[in-house]
């Protein structure tokens, strides 16, 4: 039997070379795919506020409306103590901060 011979360094470095070629190319293909995609996920830019401009509004307004839930929570709150049997709590203005009374 005969051994198979040794590749010669120039076979060596031209197969070595097909491979950092195949690679590169390969590369190359992801990279185009890859800002393909960011290219779509991204938003054009447009007129208007932007999406924390939004946000900060509606933070705004609900901090606005702040004096408006404690009054629906209050009522709430003492509609219950009167179904359940309780002292109704006494206004959020008059016992602190929940106006609970225990």
Do not use: C, N
């Amino acid at each position: 039997m005969t051994k198979p011979s040794e590749p010669t360094t120039a076979e060596w470095r031209a197969h070595v070379d097909e491979q950092f070629d195949a690679i590169h190319e390969s590369l190359r293909a992801l990279h185009q795919r890859q800002t393909l995609i960011l290219e779509l996920l991204t938003p054009e830019e447009r007129e208007g506020p932007s999406l924390d401009d939004l946000l900060a509004r509606i933070v705004t307004l609900i901090a606005d409306q702040r004096p408006v839930l404690r009054r629906i929570d209050h009522t709430t709150g003492a509609s219950l103590d009167l179904l359940e049997g309780r002292t109704p709590r006494s206004h959020p203005d008059s016992a602190g901060e929940d106006g609970a009374e225990e």
